[in-house]
């Protein structure tokens, strides 16, 4: 099975580096990034050759995780895209998943392959 490329979008370091180890001991080239603003940049950039975007909803300052999938999925509508929170979800972008913390690694992983 060649390498899938997902991007991680999470504001918590511990968070974000447990995701991306995760996703990267199941078979996934992993991009991270702290921000809505950066993982912007990288989309558009190399948004075609990403098959997965995993963000949290609430990022911080700027840009929430909810408009970043909502960019994601105009841009490159193959995108798997997965938004996670520790709150009830948002409304989210058509053909998108949620999760709410905390998930079954089993299930994320489900979603993604």
Do not use: W
């Not at 968070?15 to 991306?20: D, K, N, S």
């Not at 991270?32 to 949290?56: I, K, M, Q, R, Y």
């Not at 913390?101 to 993604?112: G, I, R, V, Y």
Request: some cysteine; aromatic content about 8%.
């Amino acid at each position: 099975m060649p390498n899938f490329i997902a991007l991680v979008v999470e504001d918590d370091v511990f968070q974000r580096e447990i995701l991306a180890e995760l996703l990267r001991d199941h078979g996934f080239d992993v991009v991270e990034c702290s921000s809505a603003e950066t993982a912007e940049l990288v989309l558009a950039s190399t948004g075609t050759e990403l098959a997965a975007l995993v963000t949290d909803v609430n990022l911080g300052d700027g840009m929430s995780g909810v408009e970043l999938a909502q960019y994601a999925k105009r841009r490159f509508p193959h995108i798997n895209v997965v938004m996670i929170s520790g709150h009830s979800p948002p409304l989210i972008p058509d053909d998108t998943h949620f999760f709410l913390k905390p998930f079954s690694s089993k299930d994320l992983l489900a979603t993604l392959t």
